[in-house]
């Protein structure tokens, strides 16, 4: 067993236990190998063991990487942009990811349902909300997370899935959790709130995207549906020098 293939089996035996522990069964928790730095091969690596949803942070070099892989792997892999998106990339991530996760701005929603091919099914997207303030962190702050939540469910090109946060590191349990579950307590009104609106179509609202190597048991326990995990399975990052 590869390098790789070992770290997914961890990862996804830690994901089984931890879902155990949450008395939930293990088909709700949906695992995303972040692959931003590492090259093509190790995604082919981990698509050989089983693996066949990928984030990147970095759209250039994510969709290099697609177009690589396509020609590289026999399997259909699906892409996740989980990085910031400026304008003048909305229409790389249109045309060539299934997910975004880090809609924080109309404008950017707007610019990814226009710029989605015809031929491609609507983009799923998330709302990155910001759900402790961190300074550092993207996303629209919790109490404007429901009106662009609302405004982006009308966009034809785009299926509204969920809600997305990289909350600030905590290094206890608990207070990973109360932020995870601050998350979750967005994504729940925003989810009463949609089903009272007939003219925002939404379903199926079922995404609860967080949750990272560091922290991804105490996301659960607050009702992660997808868990981003980069180094657990590739092991540590090494940055291009500045």
């Known amino acids: 067993m590869t390098t790789i293939a070992n ?5 996804n035996d830690r994901i089984s236990q ?3 522990a949450a008395g939930r069964a293990r088909e709700t928790v949906y695992l995303l190998a972040v692959s931003k730095t590492f090259g093509a091969a190790a995604v082919a690596e981990a ?3 089983g693996q066949r949803a990928f984030g990147e942070n970095y759209i250039q070099e994510g969709v290099d990487k697609i177009l690589v892989l396509r020609e590289m792997v026999p399997y259909a892999l ?3 942009c989980i990085g910031p998106i400026q304008s003048n990339k909305t229409r790389l991530v249109a045309e060539h990811f299934d997910w975004v996760h880090t809609v924080d701005r109309l404008k950017i929603a707007q610019r990814l349902s226009d710029q989605r091919p015809a ?3 609507p983009m799923n997207v998330c709302i990155q909300v910001n759900v402790d303030g961190g300074d550092n962190k993207a996303g629209v702050p919790p109490e404007e997370a429901l009106e662009l939540a609302l405004a982006v469910a009308k966009l034809p090109r785009l299926q509204l899935r969920g809600v997305m946060s990289i909350p600030e590191p905590y290094p206890e349990f608990a207070a990973q959790k109360a932020v995870h579950e601050a998350a979750h307590a967005v994504l729940e009104r925003i989810r009463a709130a949609l089903a009272v609106h007939a003219d925002a179509h939404s379903a199926p609202w079922d995404t609860l995207s967080m949750g990272m190597t560091a922290d991804l048991d105490a996301a659960i326990q607050a009702g992660s549906t997808m868990v981003r995990v980069g180094t657990g399975v590739f092991g540590a990052r090494t940055y291009p020098a500045a």
């Open 7 to 11: 770290n997914l089996q961890q990862v």
């Open 18 to 20: 931890a879902c155990q």
């Open 47 to 49: 698509a050989a063991a």
């Open 78 to 80: 699906q892409w996740h």
């Open 119 to 121: 031929h491609l099914p």
